[in-house]
């Protein structure tokens, strides 16, 4: 009942992540209705960022250079290397301040059903950057999920024959987390990976 | 930390309604990560929609035409008149099955504090047609909060000195509502409202 343009407007905005039909409508209806300069910026941002943001050539962050910022700071550790799942992760990791070496971005987990193998997660970039650079050791902070976990076991697998030490990031109960409201993987993994102290 | 590009588009996507700093990163990175063609779809049809959609000459719904497709029809009734805040009610209203006459669209309810006055509303344009058209019954569908009402009853007055029948839709228990979990206000509307059965 909406006229045509409009009616594409609504099914273009459902490639959003989280937005169903209804809130698509809300969106086009409030954009059309109150912010039309915003639409307008929207459209502009979404052309530049689809046309010039690409892989960074070293650790594939998403840039619009050749080589990201993180990668051409020269005051970050290289004997370090954090395999990541998403820029987002990184984004995260980098937040909590606590590390001060270089990134690797799958931007996939291993997944052969959805088709995702090592080469669509950049692991031949991977070992080429591990055989060129100083790297000492290959933290691995992909996710506790199962295709995080085989990510993870299949990346240690190619990157311990060369030597270099492979560890991965802790899993346990969070910061200011509570036994009582953990699920039972967590409780375990926090079993498992106790420590002296 | 995020390049220049992807920062502009979180900000941009923060305009649509709902959208906030977290799910504007996620949008970004998953639109560039994989759905490229999308993003620029996107682009397309907002710059498409904010340049060419106006409201209907008649009735102020939104359409690229100079008349939309609910006053182009030539099957609805002339006598009714149904007044909405917003294209989504009329569109509900449509949904709805059981109205065959014609709209106008508000856009907006009056707000004082907000600026929004009778010519916002465009009043004016409600009283050429009152006084163009055939049109013997005005009914209000504006929604149940304080500035519906309040437009509600500045319509209302300014229509009736035309001979006009003026018409509020019903407001009280919704279908299949349950009083135990229907709202005092709403209570207290069916209440006043009960008709003989």
Redo the contacts between chains.
């Keep these: 009942?909406?006229?045509?343009?409009?009616e594409?407007?609504i099914s273009?905005?459902r490639?959003?992540?989280?937005v169903g039909p209804k809130?698509a409508?809300?969106?086009?209806?409030?954009?059309?209705?109150r912010?039309?300069q915003?639409?307008?910026?929207?459209?502009?941002?979404?052309?530049?960022?689809?046309?010039?943001?690409r892989q960074c050539t070293r650790c594939r962050l998403?840039?619009?250079?050749p080589l990201?910022?993180?990668c051409e700071k020269t005051d970050r550790d290289d004997s370090k290397l954090c395999i990541a799942e998403?820029?987002?992760d990184v984004?995260a990791l980098?937040q909590s301040g606590n590390y001060n070496g270089r990134y690797f971005v799958l931007?996939g987990k291993l997944s052969p059903i959805d088709g995702i193998g090592p080469s669509e997660l950049g692991i031949d970039l991977l070992m080429q950057r591990l055989a060129d650079e100083p790297i000492e050791e290959v933290i691995i902070a992909t996710n506790l999920t199962m295709e995080g976990e085989a990510t993870a076991f299949y990346i240690a697998e190619r990157v311990k024959p060369l030597g270099i030490q492979v560890t991965r990031i802790a899993h346990g109960v969070p910061s200011g987390g509570e036994l009582e409201y953990t699920d039972g993987g967590t409780i375990a993994h926090a079993l498992l990976s106790r420590r002296e102290i």
């Design positions: 009942m909406y006229s045509p343009l409009i594409q407007l273009a905005l490639i959003l992540p989280g809130s409508q809300r969106m086009a209806l409030q954009l059309l209705e912010d039309r915003g639409a307008l910026a929207l459209a502009g941002a979404l052309e530049q960022a689809a046309e010039h943001v998403l840039t619009e250079k990201c910022d993180l998403t820029p987002a984004f980098e931007l």
